[in-house]
């Protein structure tokens, strides 16, 4: 990798925040828009949504959902309907005060998330038992108006999905809660390579209006946590705001249970956080828009670029496979495609083609490997999932390297002043605690494991009896 290469990324333990920006720009993921928070998302980004969107799209379908769309205005009555979820996203709401030159009647909000909206349409097309459970699910864009922002982490504008049902009872919304958020960790762990803590946000936490929130957490490589996914169960707060009710099968008129859960493109920048280093992203196999490159080398000569497509059109039968056939060097190939984290770059010219053979070299490791060119199509999904694995392990072990654990409050506060990480610790369930702890350390609560282990009896914080214990880290 030439210098010129190395001076287009800040390295990451130099400026952190700013190696993140360089990468989305130089690997053509986001561009800036004219409006200040929001982001184009250009055609690789997008391509990389969608592998993840087609991944995710499909689990929700095979648990039994429907997708549909809801309107992207809320009346502002209609929003003030559920009193702590309106007061929950009062400071991000963006309002449209007025249509051409006539100022509205009411203020319109631009939807910041759709319990509403599903509320009122629930009411109007559930009566009976029967009806139930309406299990619906929605992919989208909504507005939050954010006073600091950063491309896929925190944008005025996100896509996203968003999924809210209704059941007859709290336990089958208990079990619906529970099985979105393991099809979240499912993705994240599985497609992404990214290792989740599952468990329930604290009270203070939680989602605005819902009963209790379940969360999977990821560290980042700066040792920052991100909340990647969570899951809502609402209980019947929504329900009686709205009046959602249907007939049970004794005749009696009952409240509905709902949940809600979502999963957005900031997940773009956990995988670029998690996985990506110096030379810019590494992408796993099963989320990368190509997974294999392949670099005629001297393509000028006889025959390098036939059978250059030659190897394309074969294994495209297995993996996304691209071609770069333009007449830049391959050095800056190398460069582009290690920068944009194809997982895999397959190299052939004319002595490769004499010998029977081509060479590929992993993004994740860099290691060239020679293979015979009639065992490609035998040993590259081999070599995929082996870099889909090495992936995860690796941002595993590094989660575990940087978990601690601490017993008293002191030693709380000198991990958090010396270091970056999770770290577990126990709880009273206090809010005060909490509150404290933010104060002093900078860190907040990420969730409570549902695996959860005892390490003391007492609170880190107030020396109370311990109720649970929470994994605490500074987040984005």
Same mark, same amino acid.
């Given at each position: ?8 990324? $800040? ?14 720009? !130089? ?11 929001? +982001? ?12 993840? @969107? ?6 929700? !379908? ?15 009555? /209609? /929003? ?32 910041? $998330? ?64 529970? @099985? ?25 936490? @939680?989602?605005?209006?819902? !009963? ?40 009696? /008129? ?16 956990? +995988?670029? +956080? ?116 090495? /992936? ?33 610790? +126990? ?50």
């Amino acid at each position: 990798m030439g210098k010129e290469f190395v001076k287009e990324i $800040t390295a990451m333990d130099e400026d952190f925040a700013q190696w993140y920006t360089d990468v989305v720009k !130089k690997a053509d993921l986001v561009d800036y828009s004219s409006v200040r928070g929001s +982001m184009i998302i250009r055609p690789y980004g997008y391509a990389l949504w969608e592998n993840i @969107k087609d991944e995710l799209d499909r689990r929700i !379908k095979e648990t039994g959902h429907e997708n549909v769309y809801m309107p992207l205005f809320i009346p502002e009555s /209609l /929003l003030q309907k559920e009193k702590d979820h309106i007061e929950g996203f009062a400071p991000e709401v963006a309002w449209v005060t007025h249509g051409g030159e006539e100022e509205l009647q009411e203020r319109l909000c631009v939807r910041p $998330t759709s319990e509403v909206l599903f509320g009122e349409h629930y009411k109007n097309i559930i009566h009976s038992y029967r009806d139930l459970p309406k299990l619906y699910n929605q992919w989208a864009n909504v507005v939050r108006w954010e006073k600091t922002t950063r491309p896929f982490l925190r944008t005025l504008e996100f896509l996203w999905q968003e999924g809210h049902t209704c059941h007859a009872t709290d336990e089958e919304a208990l079990e619906e809660t529970v @099985k979105m958020l393991n099809v979240y960790a499912e993705i994240c762990e599985n497609i992404l390579a990214i290792p989740v803590i599952k468990g329930q946000k604290t009270e203070k936490e @939680k989602f605005a209006g819902a !009963k209790f929130t379940y969360t999977i957490e990821s560290l980042m490589h700066d040792g920052k946590a991100l909340q990647s996914g969570t899951s809502h169960h609402l209980g019947d707060g929504f329900a009686k705001a709205f009046g959602i009710q249907f007939t049970d099968q004794e005749g009696k /008129l009952q409240y509905v249970q709902q949940t809600s859960w979502g999963f957005t493109t900031r997940i773009i920048g956990a +995988m670029i +956080m998690v996985h990506g280093d110096d030379r810019g992203l590494v992408i796993p196999p099963k989320a990368a828009p190509t997974q294999v490159m392949i670099v005629p080398i001297a393509q000028h000569k006889d025959g390098v670029l036939d059978y250059a497509y030659e190897l394309k059109e074969k294994l495209s039968k297995m993996a996304r496979v691209g071609i770069d056939a333009s007449d830049k060097k391959p050095g800056w190939k190398f460069n582009e495609y290690e920068m944009k984290g194809v997982p895999l770059r397959l190299e052939v010219g004319p002595k490769d083609i004499e010998k029977g053979q081509v060479i590929l070299a992993r993004r994740d490791t860099g290691e060239k490997i020679t293979v015979a060119a009639s065992e490609l199509e035998q040993k590259l999904p081999g070599i995929l999932e082996d870099i889909q694995h090495s /992936l995860f392990e690796k941002a595993k072990n590094h989660r575990e390297e940087k978990t601690y654990q601490a017993i008293e409050f002191n030693e709380l506060k000198e991990i958090f002043a010396a270091k970056t990480g999770f770290v577990k610790a +126990m709880w009273c369930g206090d809010r005060s605690c909490e509150d404290r702890i933010k104060e002093e350390t900078g860190a907040t609560s990420r969730c409570i494991p549902f695996d959860a282990e005892s390490i003391a009896k007492t609170c880190v914080c107030c020396g109370k009896d311990a109720q649970q214990l929470v994994y605490w880290a500074k987040a984005y």
